[in-house]
């Protein structure tokens, strides 16, 4: 079975409140790489013409424009960060760029959120194409990879069902 894997960089800052430490507490940020691998749900063998399971720019086109336009460059905050309610009522402007996470925004929080919506939008592309794994790099020394079911893993308490992971549009948050 053939594999496609395609990897985007992007910016982007968070703080953990609940570890309790100096350093992730800040906001801070990181040049991180995420990494998505797709296997048809089909697989076919080859046509001895074009011999790809899809066109690379076919499979990545939606999830590279949703990483560019939405998660680069965004800071990432937890539903119960106070700096929501800071954005909301100084700089209500910026919101759009803050992407929520249920609970700290840790690499596997993200990866997990990050696995539902490619997912999601896959499956709006006709689902013949499916996810088994998500990797992010948070730093040249730190991985995330997350091969499983999203649903599970991933508090649901404080969002509208289905939340902005699990829909094919454009969301970061649920604000």
């Not at 570890?19 to 940020?29: F, M, R, V």
């Given at each position: 079975?053939?594999t496609?894997?395609?990897?985007?960089?992007?910016?982007?800052?968070?703080?953990?409140?609940s570890?309790?430490?100096?350093?992730?507490?800040?906001?801070?940020?990181?040049?991180?790489?995420?990494?998505?691998?797709?296997?048809?749900?089909?697989?076919?063998?080859?046509?001895?013409?074009?011999?790809?399971?899809?066109?690379?720019?076919?499979?990545?086109?939606?999830?590279?424009?949703?990483?560019?336009?939405?998660?680069?460059?965004?800071?990432?905050?937890?539903?119960?960060?106070?700096?929501?309610?800071y954005?909301?009522?100084?700089?209500?402007?910026?919101?759009?760029?803050?992407?929520?996470?249920?609970?700290?925004?840790?690499?596997?929080?993200?990866?997990?959120?990050?696995?539902?919506?490619?997912?999601?939008?896959?499956a709006?592309?006709?689902g013949?194409l499916?996810?088994?794994?998500v990797?992010?790099?948070?730093?040249?020394?730190n991985?995330?990879i997350?091969?499983?079911d999203?649903?599970?893993?991933?508090?649901?308490?404080?969002?509208?069902?289905?939340p902005?992971?699990?829909?094919?549009?454009?969301?970061?948050?649920?604000?």
């Amino acid at each position: 079975m053939f594999t496609l894997a395609f990897t985007r960089r992007y910016s982007m800052s968070h703080r953990l409140l609940s570890l309790q430490s100096g350093k992730c507490g800040i906001p801070h940020g990181h040049n991180e790489y995420v990494t998505v691998r797709l296997v048809a749900r089909n697989p076919q063998p080859l046509d001895g013409k074009a011999n790809m399971v899809t066109p690379f720019h076919a499979a990545k086109k939606r999830w590279h424009a949703w990483i560019d336009a939405r998660v680069d460059h965004s800071l990432q905050l937890a539903a119960g960060d106070p700096l929501l309610a800071y954005f909301r009522e100084q700089e209500p402007e910026q919101l759009d760029r803050i992407l929520v996470t249920p609970g700290d925004p840790s690499t596997e929080a993200l990866a997990a959120c990050f696995m539902a919506k490619v997912s999601a939008f896959l499956a709006e592309q006709g689902g013949d194409l499916t996810c088994t794994e998500v990797r992010i790099e948070e730093t040249p020394t730190n991985t995330v990879i997350f091969d499983g079911d999203p649903a599970p893993v991933l508090p649901r308490d404080g969002f509208p069902d289905p939340p902005w992971w699990r829909r094919a549009d454009d969301s970061i948050h649920d604000l």
